[in-house]
């Protein structure tokens, strides 16, 4: 075990050999590492874990700092994604939105009608 008085590098972990296929000396980046890691934990506690934590973490952020400040980041997101790529960006997305809605309510109602007439169908006979 490594205790804190021990002087050890991020490179001494690099130094050993691997058998995975990976850089020589068993060098992994930063990126690769965090995907294994993941990887690990998917396959361990599967995909749910995942939300799990995640609405946990939610909870203790709202209980540690309150809805101002998911007003206060989501502003601030809001103002990053207007100055990359302009006001007209809303106003793209929120079209294709509204099309989006409107397609889904027309199907909707074309499901219903078609269940209608089967529903009728059986009912005359």
Do not use: C, W
């Not at 804190?4 to 995975?20: I, L, T």
């Not at 068993?26 to 995909?47: F, H, L, N, W």
């Not at 809303?90 to 209608?116: F, R």
């Amino acid at each position: 075990m490594i205790t804190k008085s021990q002087d050890v590098k991020p490179s001494d972990y690099a130094e050993k050999p691997s058998n995975d296929g990976g850089k020589p000396n068993g060098e992994m980046s930063v990126r690769e590492a965090g995907k294994k890691g993941g990887d690990t934990v998917r396959e361990r506690y599967g995909v749910t874990f995942y939300e799990q934590i995640g609405r946990k973490g939610g909870q203790a952020t709202r209980e540690r700092h309150g809805s101002k400040f998911y007003e206060a980041i989501g502003q601030k997101g809001g103002r990053a994604v207007k100055d990359r790529y302009g006001a007209g960006f809303y106003e793209e997305i929120g079209h294709k939105g509204g099309q989006k809605v409107k397609t889904l309510i027309a199907e909707a109602k074309k499901n219903i009608s078609n269940n209608e007439a089967v529903a009728k169908k059986k009912a005359e006979a």
